[in-house]
């Protein structure tokens, strides 16, 4: 991975207004996983998309704002994480065939090449962290920072994004169960937990937007909705 960079550079046409802040490394400690919930997004509108690295249908990378920009992509995890967006409608679990969100077309499946970009994004993360003098510990999902995306990112970016980091490089999701503000648990199904050991089937609100394009949250205090146990 040593000097890779993102396939495709659009930070000179995101929004510098999305950028609220620069972050220094030492205050970033995790990535968060998100779907853009839509099938058959655009590569024109990677530089509205409210992220950091967003994953194409393609596999390539795009690297839409600086890592260190404070951007409001992940609520209750906007401050500790770099937020990557990965191009598609999935399903929240894909043994619930309608278990997405239906204003998005599709449900869409995530490609070999996908899987690749995915693990490039986050290498990547990960390696200029590093750099920086700082350390990635964590990777989460979306859905648990807050309710309204349970969606978020879904069983087959978690499985392949999250469930691998966590496998490969050694980062936690915060241990079992561990949410922020009003966000869920990840579901079992997600992490490859065997039936017997699952606990309450997990809930997903497909009537729920689960686009983020364009995505801004009002209040700018909002990633200050509660204080957060500490993750492990
Ligand atoms: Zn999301």
Not at 71 to 97: H, K, L, Q, Y
Not at 123 to 149: L, N, P
């Amino acid at each position: 991975m040593d000097g890779w960079q993102p396939d495709v550079n659009v930070l000179d046409r995101s929004p510098i207004e999305k950028r609220k802040r620069l972050r220094s490394w030492r205050e970033i400690t995790g990535i968060t996983l998100h779907q853009t919930g839509i099938h058959g997004f655009a590569a024109s509108a990677w530089p509205r998309a409210t992220c950091h690295l967003g994953v194409h249908s393609d596999g390539r990378v795009y690297w839409v704002h600086p890592l260190r920009s404070l951007i409001w992509a992940s609520d209750a995890f906007n401050r500790d994480t770099v937020a990557i967006e990965v191009a598609g409608n999935f399903r929240g679990d894909e043994s619930v065939p309608t278990s997405f969100w239906a204003g998005g077309g599709g449900p869409s499946q995530l490609s070999e090449a996908m899987i690749a970009g995915l693990r490039r994004a986050i290498r990547f993360i990960v390696d200029e962290a590093q750099r920086g003098g700082g350390a990635i510990s964590h990777i989460f999902a979306h859905r648990q920072a807050i309710r309204g995306k349970s969606l978020c990112p879904g069983q087959q970016i978690w499985r392949a994004g999250g469930v691998w980091a966590r496998e490969t490089l050694h980062l936690s999701s915060g241990g079992p169960g561990y949410t922020r503000c009003d966000g869920l648990p990840i579901p079992p199904a997600w992490d490859g937990v065997a039936p017997s050991a699952q606990g309450p089937a997990a809930s997903f609100d497909v009537s729920c937007s689960a686009s983020e394009l364009d995505q801004e949250f009002p209040d700018p205090d909002e990633e200050n909705c509660c204080l957060p146990d500490e993750p492990k």
